[in-house]
């Protein structure tokens, strides 16, 4: 399982825009951290940096004790905010663009356990939004990822559908046992799956707070437990979701 360490001092591009100050964390084995912030304040920029989309300074992302830049192909799942898949590929040769040589049983066991039993020789047009959401949960999880990244995977789904792939989520993150990075601007999403939540600010970012969840497992989707939490949360720090504490 993987530990992770994230020190970033800073984060900015060409054009002279600042968009990390100072982002450090540490992310224990197999623990989920939700991370919530203003829209447009580099949330996606740092999962970016840690998967190692975007270059970061050597040294800054430590994945199971050695630097991410060291790391030729780390074993990292990241499932986007759009499934990105490739219109032209079917179902299996989507998922074998990141696995080539998986068994043909290893991906139908795996299609079957996100109920897309039959449908390796579909294309993603011929899916619906949630099955090809799936689809991309089921690519992520092809590799056996130690550390897996999700960059708010559900926001455009209907209510049922995104709480059938939140329960599928935490189905495939306990078998794993996987470390978990999820992005997200719903808090009640974040209270009902992670472990511990980090909040942004405004652009250029920092963490301005962060709070264990302190709830049994499992955990209910809008129950009264979590949102109790949830509600005595934003009583002590009403501008949280704005990226301020004060």
């Known amino acids: 399982m993987a530990e992770l360490t994230v020190r970033i001092e800073n984060k900015q591009y060409i054009q002279g825009t600042k968009v990390l100050d100072n982002i450090e964390f540490d992310l224990g084995a197999g623990e ?16 970016n940096l840690i998967s190692g989309l975007e270059p970061s300074e050597v ?48 991906i139908d066991e795996l299609l079957s356990s996100v109920g897309l039993e039959g449908k390796q020789n579909c294309y993603p047009r011929t899916l619906s939004g949630g099955m090809q959401r799936r689809v991309s949960i089921a690519r ?10 999700l960059d708010e995977p559900f926001n455009s789904l209907d209510a049922p559908t995104a709480a059938r792939l939140r329960l599928l989520l935490i189905k495939f993150c306990q078998r794993q046992g996987c470390s978990v990075i999820f992005v997200t601007h ?17 652009s250029p970012s920092r963490i301005v707070h962060q709070e264990s969840v302190a709830l049994t497992r499992p955990r209910t989707e809008s129950g009264a437990a979590e949102l109790s939490w949830q509600a005595a949360l934003l009583a002590k720090y009403p501008s949280l979701l704005a990226g301020s504490v004060i």
């Open 32 to 47: 989920f951290v939700a991370i919530i912030g203003p829209s447009g304040c580099g949330k996606t920029t740092l999962l």
């Open 140 to 149: 992520a999880f092809l590799i056996n990822p130690k550390l897996l990244l």
């Open 59 to 106: 040294g800054n992302i430590v994945f199971d004790g050695e630097p991410l830049n060291d790391q030729m192909c780390p074993p990292i799942g990241y499932i986007f905010q759009q499934p990105r898949l490739m219109p032209w590929l079917t179902v299996e040769q989507n998922l074998r663009l990141v696995q080539p040589n998986s068994h043909p049983d290893t």
């Open 186 to 202: 719903d808090l009640q999403e974040a209270v009902y799956l992670a472990d511990r939540i980090l909040f942004l600010s405004q």
